[in-house]
Nanobody, 124 residues
């Protein structure tokens, strides 16, 4: 199983980025998919999740209204559209899957598969 993330980069505050993550070796339909982020010295933080069961979504409070998660099961790809980026969004972002299929308690302990990180830097 491999999750290949892309789309990170450097943007100014207020800018946008779209992260993508392609899954290989699994049928993405059956998994909840989502994103985490981590900055040096801090724990990995759940950012967003989309369930496989009913398509419901979850966002951490700090990104609500600015980030949008989506998925294309046919392409085995998940996305994170990030708008109105702030310096505090700077982190390494990781895509992840959870075979439970739902987003309840979305956290690192429930993740089955991790992607490698992609760095997002928001700075003027």
């Amino acid at each position: 199983v491999q999750l290949q993330a892309s789309g990170g980069g450097s943007v100014q505050p207020g800018g946008s980025l779209r992260l993508s993550c392609v899954a290989r070796g699994i049928t993405l339909n059956y998994y909840a998919v989502g994103w985490f982020r981590q900055v040096p010295g801090k724990e990995r933080e759940g950012v967003s999740c989309m369930a496989s069961t009913d398509g419901s979504t979850w966002y951490t409070d700090s990104v609500k209204g600015r980030f949008t998660i989506s998925r294309d099961n046919a392409k085995k790809t998940m996305y994170l559209q990030m708008n109105s980026l702030k310096p505090e969004d700077t982190a390494v972002y990781y895509c992840a899957t959870d075979s439970a299929g739902h987003c309840r308690g979305w956290g690192p302990g429930y993740v089955d598969h991790w992607g490698h990180g992609t760095l997002v830097t928001v700075s003027s």
